[in-house]
């Protein structure tokens, strides 16, 4: 099967993310309660299971009935933050490459290896970029991260170095309940801090 990964900006995914936050949670309160929103209002339900990690080197996959992330048991039992990101994350695969997983016929555990059969290693490197933009912009709300940073700073920061924030990123890590790699990803894409590359 041949796929290929449309191209989407990330602006775009921003903007597919706050409508998701409209429809789904639209008193925008922190922390963003994605598991309740996968289970209550997307009928997902979330099956951790051990060794997902170690024997298909992946943290979580989303069922092709939309109905199951299988998610990897010790990330969901002993990373809280991690494990939010990923069902986050799993979620952008079925806002943006739902077509694809419904294509890849995934239904239980066994066929996960379907995924690297099925994609070539570069159209899986976008597919997972777009899922991890969507995930980002969906935890951590552009408005809501320019307000809560402007609470800490009294101001909205440009451009400064990563490491002058550092006490706020770890204050904004724990009200968005994310890592401090994924608030600091969120301010170089809103070009607050300079960016590694």
């Not at 309740?36 to 080197?57: M, N, T």
Request: hydrophobic share 40%.
């Amino acid at each position: 099967m041949s796929f290929t990964t449309k191209p989407i900006s990330y602006r775009k995914i921003g903007e597919l993310a706050e409508d998701f936050l409209s429809k789904y949670h639209p008193s925008f309160s922190l922390s963003v309660p994605i598991e309740e929103i996968a289970e209550s209002k997307l009928d997902i339900q979330i099956v951790p299971v051990v060794g997902i990690k170690k024997d298909y080197d992946m943290d979580a996959s989303l069922c092709s009935n939309f109905n199951t992330i299988f998610i990897d048991y010790n990330f969901y039992m002993n990373r809280e933050n991690r494990s939010r990101f990923t069902i986050a994350h799993e979620i952008g695969h079925l806002i943006l490459h739902k077509d694809l997983f419904e294509s890849l016929k995934i239904f239980n555990i066994e066929d996960l290896f379907k995924i690297s059969e099925s994609i070539s290693d570069n159209e899986y490197r976008w597919m997972e970029y777009q899922a991890y933009s969507f995930a980002g912009h969906v935890l951590v709300p552009k408005k809501l991260l320019i307000d809560e940073i402007k609470k800490k700073l009294g101001r909205v920061p440009s451009e400064e170095n990563p490491e002058s924030l550092y006490p706020v990123i770890q204050d904004l890590s724990d009200i968005f309940k994310v890592s401090e790699d994924v608030i600091l990803r969120r301010l170089q894409k809103e070009k607050m801090v300079k960016s590694n590359h």
